[in-house]
């Protein structure tokens, strides 16, 4: 198992401390109904959770029909070998077709698909049928660089138009894409365009980067210098910022302006079987060494279709969709690419930061397309509630109604700012809980129907089978915690680990028998609610209590002076472990004796003395993944004074410099 450490006895979070802290979390019973009208023309009802109960996969076999087929499945689910999956296996399929053609074809060529704004503010309005031409010349180019059904492609691009363009030109020649955030360096390239035999690496010059371009090339180049990557003959690179020096390699490297350009825009697609790989996409490496996740096509577009129509209430006619994740990972590409294009969403696709050239660039894009559904991260709120309420203020945010959630736990502190500055106390939060594996959401409110929760997930989607268990795999009753764990398969499915279906046992299946270990612990509230609580490998156990890193991080996070926490357990003579806090405080707070008293007070407050950190730094910044999440395994490593483990997926790591910079001192005021 690849846990960082023994969690045998970890995670009987039904006990006293995380009790009275959700008491104290929800104290004030705030819940809020759908609004009336979303609700009375809501995409989805509460009926869907009672057809799915009966009838599961009979469910499912209704949401494959979203789809346009070659041929009509007529198996659902294939578990003869679990847990191997086949959804809709004698299906066949075109997925590019399906996100793209289709749609064109049914007289909607002139919607737009892609409103794409650069961060030096030039901008692209891409309707479906300009769409359709992009994709036919990007997949006969691939034909001419001998791309075929069942090669991989590495795509590493900025947040450019070319970087749906390109996936979709790989799904349409059944050829898997392998995505690479654009931000990765050349080592962790080398690395997935090895593990997954990429043949041919799109990228470009380079992007726009807090108002500067940022070569890409270069990092291309180095990295097919590296042993395991000979099998790349092509590299496709896009000119986005036009930079003058791009170093070229003949016969291998092609300017895309140059080979798609040439080629007709027509493009027959041809259909493949359901159980065709799609991707292979890198887990974003929060726990561990990052895990080549494989997804297949049928079960994969059908229920990324379903819950982007179910969860957002998309109503694809009057509906302007933003998801800001990177294409890079996986929300970029099942919310982004494949979901709201499946379901003809209009949608916006942004290139930079969101305080490039100012803090309030987001909220001008949402007034600007009159944004009417926003899907963002917990990070991205929390730096948006540190620069302030009035830089939202300044501008118009009426048109949102539905607002997203993804990636980490949302602290309730979070959750009631995004709906008070962004949502206008009106729109309703989607709070989802999925991963990398799960290839679609998994559980979530549904606007028109949940009364929403701060901070919960609250239940499985219609068609889930999700439940809390105990470590010896008893599901909980209303009010205890444990492992969440997923008891049926879904249609999106992980398939396995890509060339490692020992790895794929071992990290999913092997914990609990026949049941998904999703890694994350959980909750159920007295009304059978969710509450992710933060991966088990990051539970702390001080003085036989298991108190949860989000808990008190979000006690934290509710005190005036604090932007942002992140709590570790560092091994601790006495208590086993100690509780080590690392925050960030707001813009005018300051650091002092008397404000890491007053932190440690407030938690105790919050959540009994037993979760008061022992340990309060103020630091900088936090080490984060590339997709915004916090890394504590790191921080872990300094707490204990060890060698910082894999680093590859690593935002900044000048960042460990900083916060090692500042530990010893810290250390001995205890
Ligand atoms: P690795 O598996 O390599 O350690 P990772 O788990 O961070 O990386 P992802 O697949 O991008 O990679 O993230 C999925 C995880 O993100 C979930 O397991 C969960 O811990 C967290 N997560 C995502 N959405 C939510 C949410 N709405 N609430 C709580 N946690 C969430
Ligand atoms: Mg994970």
């Known amino acids: 198992m690849s846990y960082g450490r023994d969690t045998s006895h970890a995670l009987g979070m039904g006990d006293d401390v995380s009790n009275e802290s959700l008491a104290n979390l929800l104290k004030e019973e705030r819940r809020f109904a759908p609004p009336a009208d979303l609700a009375a023309n809501a995409n989805v009802t509460a009926a869907a959770y009672e057809q799915a109960a009966a009838d599961r996969l009979g469910f499912w076999a209704a949401q494959a029909r979203r789809l346009t087929w070659a041929t009509e499945p007529t198996e659902t689910l294939d578990w003869s070998n679990p847990p191997f999956a086949k959804w809709f296996a004698d299906g066949k399929?075109?997925?590019?077709?399906?996100?793209?053609?289709?749609?064109?074809?049914?007289?909607?060529?002139?919607?737009?698909?892609?409103?794409?704004?650069?961060?030096?503010?030039?901008?692209?309005?891409?309707?479906?049928?300009?769409?359709?031409?992009?994709?036919?010349?990007?997949?006969?180019?691939?034909?001419?660089?001998?791309?075929?059904?069942?090669?991989?492609?590495?795509?590493?691009?900025p947040m450019i138009p070319e970087a749906v363009i390109a996936m979709l030109a790989c799904a349409r020649l059944g050829a898997p894409h392998s995505v690479v955030f654009g931000g990765f360096s050349a080592d962790a390239l080398a690395t997935r365009i090895n593990d997954a035999d990429a043949r041919v690496v799109i990228t470009a010059d380079g992007g726009y980067r807090r108002g500067k371009p940022s070569a890409l090339k270069p990092a291309v180049d180095e990295a097919l210098t590296k042993p395991g990557t000979e099998n790349v003959r092509s590299v496709l690179v896009v000119r986005r910022t036009g930079q003058e020096d791009v170093a070229w390699t003949e016969g291998r490297d092609v300017w895309w302006h140059d080979i798609v350009g040439r080629q007709s825009d027509t493009h027959t697609p041809e259909a493949f079987d359901a159980e065709h790989p799609l991707f292979i996409l890198y887990t974003s490496g929060t726990t561990g060494k990052p895990k080549g996740i494989l997804h297949t096509t049928g079960g994969y577009l059908t229920q990324v279709a379903y819950t982007h129509h179910a969860v957002f209430d998309l109503k694809p006619e009057t509906d302007v969709y933003w998801c800001t994740a990177d294409v890079g990972?996986?929300?970029?590409?099942?919310?982004?690419?494949?979901?709201?294009?499946?379901?003809?969403?209009?949608?916006?696709?942004?290139?930079?930061?969101?305080?490039?050239?100012?803090?309030?660039?987001?909220?001008?894009?949402?007034?600007?397309?009159?944004?009417?559904?926003?899907?963002?991260?917990?990070?991205?709120?929390?730096?948006?509630?540190?620069?302030?309420?009035?830089?939202?203020?300044?501008?118009?945010?009426?048109?949102?109604?539905?607002?997203?959630?993804?990636?980490?736990?949302?602290?309730?502190?979070?959750w009631m700012w995004y709906r008070k500055h962004i949502g206008a106390d009106q729109a309703p939060i989607v709070d989802t809980w999925w991963q990398t594996e799960t290839g679609g959401m998994m559980l979530s409110p549904l606007p028109g129907v949940t009364e929403t929760k701060p901070g919960s997930a609250q239940r499985p989607l219609p068609g889930i089978a999700a439940t809390v268990v105990d470590d010896e795999a008893r599901e909980v009753p209303d009010g205890g915690g444990g492992y969440l764990v997923l008891t049926e398969p879904w249609p999106s499915m992980l398939r396995t680990i890509w060339g490692d279906d020992q790895r794929y046992l071992d990290t999913y299946w092997s914990r609990f028998e026949g049941k998904?270990?999703?890694?994350?612990?959980?909750?159920?509230?007295?009304?059978?609610?969710?509450?992710?609580?933060?991966?088990?490998?990051?539970?702390?156990?001080?003085?036989?209590?298991?108190?949860?890193?989000?808990?008190?991080?979000?006690?934290?996070?509710?005190?005036?002076?604090?932007?942002?926490?992140?709590?570790?357990?560092?091994?601790?003579?006495?208590?086993?472990?100690?509780?080590?806090?690392?925050?960030?405080?707001?813009?005018?707070?300051?650091?002092?004796?008397?404000?890491v008293e007053e932190l440690r007070a407030h938690v105790g407050k919050q959540l009994g003395p037993i979760a008061?950190?022992?340990?309060?730094?103020?630091?900088?910044?936090?080490?984060?993944?590339?997709?915004g999440k916090i890394m504590r395994r790191l921080l872990r490593d300094v707490a204990e004074n060890r060698d910082l483990g894999d680093v590859s997926t690593l935002t900044d790591s000048g960042v460990m410099d900083l916060i090692q910079a500042k530990l010893p001192s810290a250390a001995s005021e205890d």
């Open 329 to 414: 990972w996986v929300t970029g590409h099942s919310y982004i690419t494949y979901g709201p294009l499946a379901n003809g969403a209009t949608e916006v696709l942004y290139e930079g930061t969101p305080d490039s050239p100012h803090q309030g660039r987001w909220w001008e894009i949402v007034q600007k397309y009159g944004v009417t559904i926003l899907y963002t991260a917990p990070t991205a709120i929390r730096a948006c509630m540190k620069w302030g309420d009035d830089i939202p203020a300044k501008y118009d945010l009426s048109s949102l109604r539905v607002l997203g959630s993804v990636g980490e736990p949302i602290n309730p502190e979070a």
């Open 612 to 627: 008061k950190p022992k340990r309060v730094l103020p630091v900088a910044e936090l080490p984060k993944t590339r997709s």
């Open 93 to 157: 399929l075109n997925v590019a077709y399906n996100c793209v053609d289709r749609h064109v074809e049914n007289g909607l060529g002139d919607r737009v698909a892609i409103h794409f704004e650069g961060e030096p503010g030039d901008t692209r309005a891409i309707t479906y049928a300009e769409l359709q031409r992009e994709v036919s010349r990007a997949a006969n180019a691939l034909t001419e660089l001998g791309v075929a059904a069942g090669d991989r492609v590495a795509i590493y691009l």
């Open 516 to 595: 998904y270990f999703a890694g994350d612990g959980a909750k159920k509230d007295e009304d059978g609610d969710i509450w992710l609580l933060g991966r088990v490998d990051d539970v702390m156990l001080v003085s036989g209590h298991n108190i949860s890193t989000t808990e008190v991080e979000s006690a934290l996070v509710s005190h005036p002076k604090v932007a942002e926490a992140a709590v570790v357990g560092a091994t601790d003579p006495q208590t086993t472990q100690s509780i080590c806090a690392f925050v960030i405080l707001r813009g005018s707070a300051a650091e002092d004796e008397g404000l």
